[in-house]
């Protein structure tokens, strides 16, 4: 029995330092030049030489300001700040490649859900269907004061999420049939009126009325990304993810969290396989295991323990300033990214010890939390097989040291071992990002929730649509 082809996706920020604080000073590193169209091409490029699905960026409306309450802590070693708009980046990458996909961020609570559909569609026209929406809900309390709003509590953040998402599925596949477009030269009609719909939405969260002012793009609804780990925040994944994101302490929590998502996959009514899992892992790599071992140690070196604390502040939600450094994590309560907590809560150390605030700080400073996978071509290859195949995941979310090095060392080292082994694609499949990874068509399958919306769908009815619109008085 064969294998299952692993994927990656390198997964980058628009700022200075994402998951490796304090790693841009290391000699050769260009994460200063991310204000750069260069530098994102360039980073596009190398990407696209590794056969990796997609370049995953990620954001955050905000600022890591939990630390010793005040963001001087993340803008000394910039943490995440200052961070610039991920969107952008999705049209400057497809520019310079043929097929790699783009993930760009973007937050539920911060933009409409009516012109964020239009921004969906007009990077989906223009990457020619390579755009995947990792929706996020937020966890920065910074961000709901900047915005003027206030947090609302873990779970409500995804009722509101569900509703944005219907408001989306209405306009992106909805409004406009397949045959509304008619391009008649001769009659000089572009479209049939009565093939575009508006719809007529009012919930608790949001009222739209009013067709989706795009022509249908080749995916209609970008891939959907997600990485809701908590119990919430996994059902509503479940409902609506194409790629879940997680990030394990520990490859036994790894195979825990990938059978809780195919679960999940089963009660919303998929089928366990509808979604790709990405596992969060920063893989340093060199021609020896040797070299690996002192290029890991030699980074490692650079990196901030302030913007460790910093950025773990934030994960968690809660100033970890106020706790002994080798306190054990598992009384900490957070309304944030409950699930890092849940993690590091049941399970050990390597030498079977309760997670101590030292233990994590040590952990984040290559990559955060995630996995870190240490060697030469073979070892490092070896070790991504084991966790792939232990865990039952998909794919590498592979997070960096240094920028564009330790991505630049995975596509010399690693992908050619594994394409040697049989376990990693040699050639792109053709077609938009979601047939790619799935091998299906460009358009989400029957059996997601968004399919319901279509016209003939369950909830497409006359009076979510009609095809005059509010007439003035």
Not at 83 to 102: C, H, M, R, S, Y
Not at 245 to 254: G, M, Q
Not at 410 to 419: A, D, K, T
């Amino acid at each position: 029995m064969s294998k299952k082809i692993i994927h990656f996706n390198a997964f980058e920020m628009n700022c200075i330092s994402h998951l490796s604080p304090g790693l841009w000073r290391y000699p050769g590193d260009w994460a200063l030049r991310y204000k750069d169209i260069e530098y994102w091409q360039n980073l596009s490029q190398i990407a696209e030489k590794g056969l990796f699905d997609a370049i995953f960026i990620a954001d955050v409306i905000g600022v890591y300001d939990l630390y010793k309450g005040s963001d001087e802590a993340a803008l000394r070693t910039a943490l995440q700040t200052p961070v610039n708009d991920p969107v952008q980046l999705a049209a400057i990458g497809a520019a310079v490649t043929k097929n790699l996909g783009f993930g760009i961020t973007a937050g539920v609570p911060f933009e409409h859900p009516f012109p964020f559909a239009r921004r969906l569609s007009t990077l989906d026209h223009l990457t020619k269907g390579r755009v995947g929406w990792n929706i996020v809900t937020g966890y920065l309390p910074s961000a709901n004061r900047s915005m003027g709003s206030v947090e609302a509590p873990h779970d409500e953040r995804y009722d509101q999420a569900d509703e944005y998402l219907e408001v989306l599925y209405r306009l992106l596949e909805g409004s406009w049939e397949d045959d509304a477009v008619i391009l008649n030269r001769e009659t000089g009609q572009f479209a049939d009126p009565a093939k575009i719909h508006h719809i007529i939405h009012h919930g608790k969260y949001y009222d739209v009325e009013g067709i989706h002012i795009c022509e249908p793009s080749i995916q209609r609804t970008p891939v959907l990304f997600q990485a809701g780990n908590s119990t919430r925040g996994m059902k509503f994944a479940a409902e609506n993810a194409e790629a879940i994101f997680i990030a394990p302490p520990t490859k036994e929590y790894a195979k825990t969290a990938v059978k809780n998502v195919r679960e999940a996959l089963i009660r919303a009514g998929r089928q366990p396989d509808d979604a790709k899992i990405y596992i969060l892992a920063t893989v340093i790599t060199d021609q020896t295991d040797a070299l690996a071992e002192a290029k890991y140690k030699d980074l490692l070196s650079y990196a901030s323990e302030e913007g460790s604390l910093v950025i773990n502040s934030g994960w968690l939600g809660t100033d970890l300033s106020q706790y002994d450094l080798d306190a054990p994590l598992n009384k900490i309560q957070s309304n944030a990214i409950r699930a890092q907590v849940e993690a590091l809560s049941n399970s050990t150390t390597e030498d079977g010890r309760v997670w101590t605030l030292r233990d994590l700080i040590k952990l984040s400073g290559i990559g955060c939390q995630g996995i870190k996978i240490v060697g030469g071509a073979k070892t490092a290859s070896d070790q991504i097989e084991e966790l792939i195949d232990y865990s039952g995941a998909d794919a590498i979310n592979l997070g960096y040291a240094t920028t564009p090095g330790t991505h630049a060392d995975v596509v010399e080292f690693v992908v050619p071992e594994l394409q040697k082994r049989g376990r990693y694609q040699t050639e792109y499949a053709e077609g938009s990002l979601r047939h790619k990874l799935f091998g299906k068509g460009d358009r989400l399958p029957e059996n997601h929730r968004a399919a319901k919306y279509r016209k003939g769908g369950e909830l497409w009815s006359v009076d979510d649509y009609t095809n005059t619109g509010r007439k003035r008085a």
